[in-house]
Structures are given as structure tokens and as C-alpha cells.
Nanobody, 118 residues
Framework: QVQLVESGGGYVQAGGSLRLSCAAS????????MGWYRQAPGKQRELVAV???????NYADSVKGRFTISGDYAKNTVYLLMNSLRPEDTAVYYC????????????WGQGTQVTVSS
């Protein structure tokens, strides 16, 4: 069984920074990629950033230049450094991972709230 546990969410004023962490644990043979999604009230879940085990990254246009995703696949952990936060970044942020264990599957964390005040 695989689990993703996120931490680091919270409340911050516009222009501030937060760092999210997500650690995967359990029966993991290999992680192909990990990433972050977010869902604001009344909106669909959207991709924020993703990083492959080889280090390739991809970002949503809305966060390019402000957010940085990094990964430590030796520790099965991914981070999201969020700078210059805006009120529109307010959402629940979910960690996501494509993991090869006994089978191949996509796993989600429980979510962590990020609130940015104006």
C-alpha cells in the first residue's frame, strides 16, 4: 500500500512564500513522476507543476516564474516552493504521484490548504 503525506500549507499574505512537501511511503518499486495539483472552491482541480524522476519539469502558466518544484527521489519526496503568492493561489493543494509498486498506479495525498490574503 502506498501513501502520500503532504505538509507545509497555511495562511500567508499576498507576496509571501510557502513551501509544500510531500513524502511517499509504502511498497514502492519506482516513482515515475510526482507533482502538485490544486482545487479552488467551485473550480476543477488543475495541474500546478510536475517533475519526472529524470528532473524534467512542467508548470502551469499561472505559476511560471513564481513556483519551483523539486524532487528527491532517493527519499520519495517532492517539494513546491511558492513565492510571490497571490490571492488567486488560494486552494487545496494535492500531491500526486505515478508509482510502480506491485502494480502501476496514480496516487493522491489528502490535500493541504493554502490561503493567501490580499
Amino acid at each position: 500500500q502506498v501513501q502520500l503525506v503532504e505538509s507545509g500549507g497555511g495562511y500567508v499574505q499576498a507576496g509571501g512564500s510557502l513551501r509544500l512537501s510531500c513524502a511517499a511511503s509504502g511498497s514502492i518499486r519506482r516513482i515515475d513522476h510526482m507533482g502538485w495539483y490544486r482545487q479552488a472552491p467551485g473550480k476543477q482541480r488543475e495541474l500546478v507543476a510536475v517533475i519526472s524522476s529524470g528532473g524534467s519539469t512542467n508548470y502551469a502558466d499561472s505559476v511560471k516564474g513564481r513556483f519551483t518544484i523539486s524532487g528527491d527521489y532517493a527519499k520519495n519526496t517532492v517539494y513546491l516552493l511558492m513565492n510571490s503568492l497571490r490571492p488567486e493561489d488560494t486552494a487545496v493543494y494535492y500531491c500526486n504521484a505515478f508509482i510502480v509498486s506491485g502494480t502501476v498506479g496514480v496516487y493522491w495525498g489528502q490535500g493541504t490548504q493554502v490561503t493567501v490574503s490580499s
